[in-house]
């Protein structure tokens, strides 16, 4: 694993980076540096229901992937860099965040330090990847449905596919058929309970981290930006379901090689 100097507690890198595909999880943390922390009012328990818990330890499926430990609260790494750092209940789904009701510039420059630190870090390893011809990054999140509340129905299955794909900003012309594969891959591993329901661009088609490699990278780099339905766990209390996670884990897994597959006739 790959320390990065000065902020070796934010991001790091584990494997070769060799490879021709890649993972991330940039909304997995869950830590604050200590004066955001300080200035923050809201609620741990309702903090961890925005972030992603457990979507490193489905990233990590595969072998060169990314842990960034900084919640999104400090600093959103899947946000254009002018929308980064939640300042005010606007920016943030209309939580109240701050103890002065929105931080201040001293603070937010520091979280923004953040946010370029993860992308400064992350280009030097794509550019290399890139030279050796397309790869893939698959940007790894997941989401709630049951916001309602704890005891109300879940939100439709018609509508929150239990892994939704966003291909929004892949250049179907050239990624198509490695983005069909991965699909079709995705549906058959049923692991005995089923095909998984994985649908393309139903509620999210990929956000900055897409748009970013997309555009540093174009006709080379290849983001799937994937939303794990959090069924693998109980979003208001944060318990994890073990085998559905496991599930979710093997899943993903089997669909690895058909990537390595598509990548090869690209090149």
Same mark, same amino acid.
């Given at each position: 694993?790959? *320390?990065?100097?000065?902020?070796?507690?934010?991001?790091a890198?584990?494997?070769?980076?060799?490879?021709?595909?890649?993972?991330?999880?940039?909304?997995?943390?869950? /830590?604050?540096?200590?004066?955001?922390?300080?200035?923050?009012? +809201? *609620?741990?328990?309702?903090? #961890?229901?925005? &972030?992603?818990?457990?979507? *490193?330890?489905?990233?990590?499926?595969?072998?060169?992937?990314?842990?960034?430990?900084?919640?999104?609260?400090?600093?959103d790494?899947? !946000?254009?860099?002018?929308?980064?750092?939640y300042?005010?209940?606007?920016?943030?789904?209309?939580?109240?965040?701050?103890?002065?009701?929105?931080?201040?510039?001293?603070?937010?420059? $520091?979280?923004?330090?953040?946010?370029?630190?993860?992308? *400064?870090? +992350?280009?030097?390893?794509?550019?290399?990847?890139a030279?050796?011809?397309?790869?893939?990054?698959?940007?790894? %999140?997941?989401?709630?449905?049951? !916001?309602?509340g704890?005891?109300?129905?879940?939100?439709?299955?018609?509508?929150?596919?239990?892994?939704?794909?966003?291909?929004?900003?892949?250049?179907?012309?050239?990624? $198509?058929?490695?983005?069909?594969? #991965?699909? $079709?891959?995705l549906?058959?591993?049923?692991?005995?309970?089923?095909?998984?329901?994985?649908? &393309?661009?139903?509620?999210? /088609? $990929?956000?900055?981290?897409?748009?970013?490699? %997309?555009?540093?990278?174009?006709?080379?780099?290849?983001? +799937?930006?994937?939303?794990?339905?959090?069924?693998?766990?109980? &979003?208001?209390?944060?318990?994890?379901h073990?085998?559905? #996670?496991?599930?979710?884990?093997?899943?993903?897994?089997?669909?690895?090689?058909?990537?390595?597959?598509? +990548?090869?006739r690209? !090149?």
């Amino acid at each position: 694993m790959t *320390d990065l100097g000065g902020t070796s507690d934010a991001v790091a890198f584990v494997g070769e980076w060799n490879g021709p595909v890649v993972a991330t999880a940039v909304h997995a943390g869950h /830590e604050l540096r200590p004066e955001i922390a300080e200035a923050m009012v +809201l *609620d741990r328990v309702e903090r #961890f229901r925005e &972030e992603d818990p457990f979507t *490193d330890r489905l990233a990590a499926v595969v072998p060169d992937h990314v842990l960034t430990s900084r919640s999104r609260f400090e600093a959103d790494l899947n !946000r254009p860099r002018r929308e980064a750092v939640y300042r005010t209940p606007d920016d943030c789904w209309g939580l109240d965040v701050w103890r002065d009701g929105e931080l201040s510039d001293d603070l937010f420059k $520091g979280s923004l330090e953040t946010y370029d630190a993860f992308y *400064d870090a +992350l280009a030097p390893r794509l550019d290399a990847l890139a030279e050796r011809g397309p790869f893939v990054l698959l940007d790894v %999140h997941s989401y709630n449905h049951r !916001r309602d509340g704890a005891d109300e129905p879940p939100a439709p299955a018609s509508e929150n596919p239990e892994v939704n794909v966003g291909t929004g900003s892949v250049e179907e012309d050239v990624f $198509g058929p490695l983005v069909e594969r #991965f699909m $079709g891959d995705l549906r058959d591993a049923s692991l005995g309970c089923g095909p998984i329901d994985a649908r &393309e661009n139903v509620a999210f /088609e $990929g956000r900055n981290l897409a748009w970013w490699v %997309h555009d540093r990278y174009p006709r080379v780099g290849c983001v +799937l930006a994937l939303e794990f339905k959090k069924t693998f766990m109980d &979003e208001w209390t944060g318990e994890l379901h073990a085998d559905r #996670f496991r599930r979710s884990q093997i899943g993903l897994a089997a669909a690895l090689p058909g990537l390595h597959d598509e +990548l090869e006739r690209l !090149r």
